[in-house]
């Protein structure tokens, strides 16, 4: 889809709009990452994907290369020991990746680049750009 005419007609357009002032959800960053499919650190049992059942597919919900295991937090006391049953069912360690026992995905949605760049500011503050991030979040929703 990124390689089609429409399609990049339409990023263009949204950026375009982002840059002019018109309040969209995400930073100029973001959008352009997300748009543009750029790469990113994905890490998705930061903040996975609970389905209204309780139920969260572990450690991803769209991988290419295997199936998702899917674990239910509602059967567990809290968040960490479910997370530690869900890993030892399928490791979320070197997750992502062309590998075969790796997601063989290269997904573009917002949780996951939001989660990357949090990541990018925990090992990198200074050169993540993140508090240009905050400032146009302040100043735009002024």
């Known amino acids: 889809m990124i390689n089609r005419s429409d399609y990049q007609t339409l990023a263009s357009l949204i ?3 982002k ?13 352009e990452m ?12 930061l903040r996975p994907h609970v389905d209204p059942d309780g139920r969260i597919a572990w450690p991803c919900r769209a991988p290419k290369n295997m199936d998702p295991v899917y674990v239910n937090l509602l059967d567990y006391r ?30 573009a ?12 500011f925990i090992t990198s ?3 993540s750009g993140i508090f240009s991030e905050i400032r146009e979040f302040v100043f735009q929703n002024r």
């Open 15 to 17: 950026l375009e709009r």
């Open 19 to 31: 840059k002019s002032g018109h309040l969209l959800i995400g930073s100029e960053h973001i959008l």
């Open 34 to 45: 997300l748009l543009q499919v750029k790469p990113y650190t994905c890490l998705p049992t």
């Open 78 to 107: 809290n968040v960490d020991e479910c997370w530690e049953a869900a890993d030892k069912l399928k490791s979320a360690a070197n997750f992502h990746g062309p590998e075969p026992l790796q997601c063989g995905d290269n997904c």
């Open 109 to 120: 949605w917002m949780q996951n680049y939001t989660t990357g760049r949090y990541h990018e």
């Open 125 to 127: 503050p200074l050169r």
